[in-house]
């Protein structure tokens, strides 16, 4: 059922703003608004942050047992996998991704809620043993964590750092993109059936610039994840210093995808294209560039050509759909905007590049391919976040390896080549925060997650991310007569 009303979850209600102003929430088929949500701003944040730092200090859940926490976070899981397919059905009608794609960032949420249960009960300190003197590690969680989430793939995201961040006894304040809000809302129930005490998980909707500035802001939140643009990421790395905030950023990519010719060039060609057309192609680690080796450079833009032609666009909620609708009209435009640089830069379109035929309305745009692209061009350079990609030939592995490093960003790689000396070469020279070789993305949650350059700042996954939340501290403890130099003896 679609609500209506999408209100804040604080202190363990449900409740309007306290401005009781509201935003409009539209779907990506239509474009009509469907929803009002509560429009957060300073003083629903004041009350959040307040209901989370009393549930931090009074509440039992921070020092909790490790598996008391984490049975808590089972039953969560269990929870969203009764629900997911009423919550891929209601990330479909409000991302426009495709319901199969859906089902499977609903999976994944739940198993983000199961493996930190599991990671937080395995947890275990370093003790440093030295003749005269013992070290040991006590580790506490930080304290209210402020949580911001982008539109892509909401509620995995949001799950993301939810999962991490309760297992290490932090209690918390989401602010989910306001362009996406319908899943968040089914939050509460969650989490209230699971048996999260009062206060420890809250939500406050709104305008990033309102209601987002004003956690990063809040002298109540020690620390904060965030997931999204770069450029918003440097305006909150400047607001979160007066406080000297703990900082996750998790932010843009525009990452390339190497093709050797002496790949496995089938497996290639499928990985490259599920690796950006996936999941509207609006995914931070897209592989949106995709250098070619020139022996093989012609063949590989034809058969990419042909298969993006092919590729079914449509209806989100039609299990037949791979690409769906983009997520908003100012973000269909802006990807519009793309295509027509890369035309007027000189790009050769080869597939796609407009509207599909039988879809005259809704954020629709068929999986688009430029050839020829060079780096000086902006679809090179910038991140679209959306169903376009480029391809550019290479002549050397030297060669291959600068054109990957020439952008800003430095999030994701892919590397397709049979040679394993090559692909381990590669491998370390690529500036990535995560490289897959001869491999689309697939995520081990126990591994780094985040990228290098203009990409992020900080880790997350598995133990990286019990890190973030929780602080290690170090006791020293003399285990016999300790030698004290007499000042003033
Ligand atoms: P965005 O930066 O516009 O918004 C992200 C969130 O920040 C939203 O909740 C928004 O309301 C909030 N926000 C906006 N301005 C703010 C401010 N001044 N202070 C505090 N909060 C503010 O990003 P988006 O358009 O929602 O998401 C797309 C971007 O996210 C892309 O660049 C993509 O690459 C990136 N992304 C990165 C990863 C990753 O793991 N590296 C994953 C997914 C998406």
């Known amino acids: 059922m679609i609500p209506e009303k999408i209100l804040h979850f604080i202190g363990?209600?449900?409740?309007?703003?306290?401005?009781?102003?509201?935003?409009d929430v539209a779907d990506p088929v239509t474009n009509t608004v469907y929803a009002q949500a509560a429009a957060g701003d300073l003083d629903d944040v004041d009350k959040a942050v307040e209901a989370a730092a009393v549930a931090f200090a009074t509440g039992p859940w921070p020092s909790m047992a490790a598996r008391a926490r984490a049975k808590v976070l089972v039953r969560i899981a269990d929870a969203i996998e009764v629900r997911g397919e009423e919550l891929a059905a209601l990330e479909t009608f409000d991302t426009g991704l495709p319901v199969t794609q859906a089902r499977g960032q609903a999976a994944r949420a739940a198993e983000n809620f199961r493996f930190f249960a599991d990671v937080i009960v395995a947890q275990h300190e370093d003790a440093f043993s030295a003749p005269a003197q013992l070290g040991y590690v006590v580790r506490r969680p930080v304290g209210v964590a402020g949580l911001i989430t982008p539109w892509n793939t909401p509620f995995m995201l949001e799950t993301w750092k939810l999962a991490p961040a309760l297992a290490s006894g932090c209690t918390v304040v989401l602010k989910p993109a306001e362009w996406t809000p319908l899943s968040a809302s089914l939050l509460p129930d969650i989490m209230t059936e699971a048996g999260v005490p009062?206060?420890?998980?809250?939500?406050?909707?709104g305008i990033g610039e309102q209601a987002g500035a004003a956690l990063v802001s809040h002298r109540g939140v020690p620390l904060i994840s965030f997931t999204g643009e770069t450029t918003t990421g440097q305006i909150i790395m400047r607001s979160a210093a007066t406080h000297l905030k703990g900082l996750s950023m998790e932010l843009g990519g525009k990452s390339p995808c190497i093709i050797f010719a002496d790949a496995d060039l089938d497996l290639a060609v499928d990985s490259a294209l599920f690796g950006v057309f996936s999941l509207n192609g609006e995914r931070c680690t897209a592989g949106s560039r995709i250098l070619a080796e020139r022996s093989v450079y012609d063949s590989l833009v034809s058969r990419l050509a042909e298969r993006a032609a092919r590729i079914r666009v449509g209806d989100p909620s039609d299990p037949a759909t791979e690409i769906g609708a983009l997520v908003h009209p100012e973000h269909y435009e802006r990807v519009m905007s793309y295509v027509r640089a890369g035309v007027a830069e000189g790009a050769r379109l080869v597939a796609g590049g407009a509207r599909p035929a039988g879809l005259p309305s809704g954020n629709f745009l068929s999986a688009t391919v430029f050839a020829d692209v060079t780096p000086s061009m902006r679809i090179f350079r910038e991140e679209i976040f959306g169903p376009v990609v480029c391809v550019t030939p290479f002549d050397s592995e030297e060669e291959a390896i600068a054109?990957?490093?020439?952008?800003?960003?430095?999030?994701?790689?892919?590397?397709w080549t049979s040679d394993l000396r090559r692909a381990h070469r590669a491998a370390g020279l690529v500036e990535s925060g995560m490289t897959w070789v001869n491999s689309h993305n697939v995520r081990d949650l126990r591994t780094p997650f985040g990228g290098i350059k203009a990409s992020g700042v900080g880790r997350e996954g598995g133990q990286h991310s019990i890190d973030f939340y929780?602080?290690?501290?170090?006791?020293?403890?003399?285990?016999?007569?300790?030698?004290?130099?007499?000042?003033?003896?």
């Open 12 to 23: 363990g209600r449900q409740v309007p703003s306290v401005s009781g102003r509201t935003f």
């Open 470 to 489: 929780t602080e290690s501290r170090i006791v020293h403890v003399a285990l016999g007569d300790t030698h004290v130099p007499r000042f003033g003896a």
């Open 403 to 415: 054109l990957a490093n020439s952008t800003r960003y430095g999030l994701a790689a892919y590397i």
């Open 198 to 205: 009062e206060g420890v998980f809250n939500v406050v909707h």
